[in-house]
C-alpha cells in the first residue's frame, strides 16, 4: 500500500500531500502554489533558494543544497539525542520512537503519514483530488517514478 504524506511550503505555508518517498531519497522540486524551490528529505519540506538552483554555477548550487541538508541534520541530531537523553538501566537498549527514524517526529513543516495512522480508512475524496492533480500528472516521469516506487 502506499502512503501518502502531509507536507507544508515552507515559503508560503500551503499545504498538500505527496506519496511517501524511500529513506534517503531527496526529491527538488517547485510548490505548485508559489513555485518556490523545496526538497523533500527524511520526511521534511526544506526551503531552496531557487535563484541559486536555478542560475548559479554548479558548486554554488552544490554548497547551498548542503547546507540546508546539513543544517537540517544538526537541528534533528540534536533534538534526537535531547528526546533520548534520560538516563537507562544497564542493559536497556535506546529506541527511536517509531517515524523518528523517517524524520516524522517533530518539527513546523514536517512530514506526516495519515496511512500510518490509520491503515483502515477510506481515501477520502480530496485525496483523490490531490493525487489526480498532482501526482498522476507526473507518473510518466521516470525520475518521479523510481523516487516513488523505487
Request: include cysteine.
Given at each position: 500500500?502506499?502512503?501518502?504524506?502531509?507536507?507544508?511550503?515552507?515559503?508560503?505555508?500551503?499545504?498538500g500531500?505527496?506519496?511517501?518517498?524511500?529513506?534517503?531519497?531527496?526529491i527538488?522540486?517547485?510548490?505548485?502554489?508559489?513555485?518556490?524551490?523545496?526538497?523533500v528529505?527524511?520526511?521534511?519540506?526544506?526551503?531552496?533558494?531557487?535563484?541559486i538552483?536555478?542560475?548559479?554555477?554548479?558548486e554554488?548550487?552544490?554548497?547551498?543544497?548542503?547546507?540546508?541538508?546539513?543544517?537540517?541534520?544538526?537541528?534533528?541530531?540534536v533534538?534526537?539525542?535531547?528526546?533520548?537523553?534520560?538516563?537507562?538501566?544497564?542493559?536497556?537498549?535506546?529506541?527511536?520512537?517509531?517515524?523518528?527514524?523517517?524524520g516524522?517526529?517533530?518539527?513546523?513543516?514536517?512530514?506526516s503519514?495519515?496511512?500510518?495512522?490509520?491503515?483502515?480508512?477510506?481515501?477520502?475524496?480530496?485525496?483523490?483530488?490531490?493525487?489526480?492533480r498532482?501526482?498522476?500528472?507526473?507518473i510518466?516521469?521516470?525520475?518521479?517514478?523510481k523516487?516513488?516506487?523505487?
Amino acid at each position: 500500500m502506499l502512503s501518502l504524506i502531509e507536507v507544508k511550503c515552507p515559503h508560503c505555508g500551503a499545504r498538500g500531500q505527496l506519496m511517501l518517498p524511500p529513506l534517503g531519497v531527496l526529491i527538488v522540486g517547485p510548490c505548485p502554489e508559489c513555485g518556490e524551490l523545496v526538497v523533500v528529505f527524511c520526511g521534511r519540506v526544506l526551503p531552496l533558494d531557487k535563484e541559486i538552483i536555478l542560475n548559479a554555477p554548479f558548486e554554488e548550487k552544490r554548497e547551498h543544497l548542503m547546507t540546508v541538508l546539513t543544517s537540517f541534520l544538526e537541528e534533528y541530531v540534536v533534538r534526537l539525542l535531547k528526546d533520548n537523553s534520560s538516563v537507562q538501566e544497564e542493559g536497556e537498549q535506546e529506541t527511536i520512537p517509531e517515524g523518528e527514524a523517517a524524520g516524522l517526529g517533530h518539527g513546523g513543516n514536517e512530514v506526516s503519514d495519515p496511512a500510518r495512522q490509520s491503515s483502515k480508512r477510506a481515501i477520502s475524496a480530496g485525496e483523490i483530488a490531490d493525487f489526480i492533480r498532482l501526482d498522476l500528472n507526473l507518473i510518466d516521469n521516470t525520475d518521479y517514478f523510481k523516487a516513488i516506487f523505487g
